[in-house]
């Protein structure tokens, strides 16, 4: 059977200003994780924040007291660099650091302001790397990128290379509030089928409205932005994300 639903709320579509108390605000009305959108501005065509912010926010949310348990900070690290930013989130309070493939394998070792650069590390090397600083590992694939590049990663028999979740995206990363691609929903119909335990996330567009064609495909971690921070009952929502979900566990 498929892992049960959780539902994480993308604080992409929280009011900035107020980010503490929003955050805390969800998980009191039922969320399970924050998905916390890490956006440089090079990798996406947008910028959010970094470290110092999710420190801040760390402060108003208890951390979780298991792995996935709620309150988990599933940080969605679409940067140019994942490698570098490890040890700053694992200290900021991030619980799941979830990279690119993408950004993995095109590093280029950039020159930053500091004067130090990304070193090229391959997917596996980098979720060893997050394994061994303490947190939960996830994998991310854009749209234009083929489910076929994670069975490498996923069938590697060394345990600390492997991900503890792959994140499809159902929109091109950068901006909350588009339309879900239900194109990419059979990258997750394939991985389900082959890793019915996996922690498997869908990211954009998920609603009311799209919810049941995601579950149907076997995903159980679901990051919902406009629909939950838009709603005039933001816990109601949440409960018909989780309910949809969990009718379909047993059935995939
Ligand atoms: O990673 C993201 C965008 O790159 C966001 O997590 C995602 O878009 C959530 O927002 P919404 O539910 O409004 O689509
Ligand atoms: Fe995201």
Known sequence: MSPPAIIAPSILSADFAELGRACS??????ADWLHVDIMDGHFVPNMTFGAPVVTKIRSHVNPPTEAYGKGTFDCHMMIAEPKRWVQDFKKAGCDLYCFHYEAAVNSTAAVTPSGTSDEKTSPKELIRYIHESGMQAGIAIKPSTSVDVLWEILENP??????DMVLIMTVEPGFGGQSFMASEL?????????YPELHIEVDGG??????????????????????????????????KLREAVNARRGKL
Do not use: M, W, Y
């Not at 605000?25 to 039922?30: A, D, F, L, P, R």
């Open 158 to 163: 060394v345990k600390e290379e492997v991900p």
């Open 206 to 239: 998920l609603s009311e409205k799209t919810i049941d064609q995601a579950a149907d495909a076997g995903a159980n971690v679901i990051v919902a932005g406009s629909a939950v921070f838009g709603a005039a009952d933001p816990g109601e929502v949440i409960l």
């Open 25 to 30: 605000h969800t998980i009191g009305q039922g």
């Open 186 to 194: 059979p990258k997750v119909t394939a991985l389900r089928k082959k």
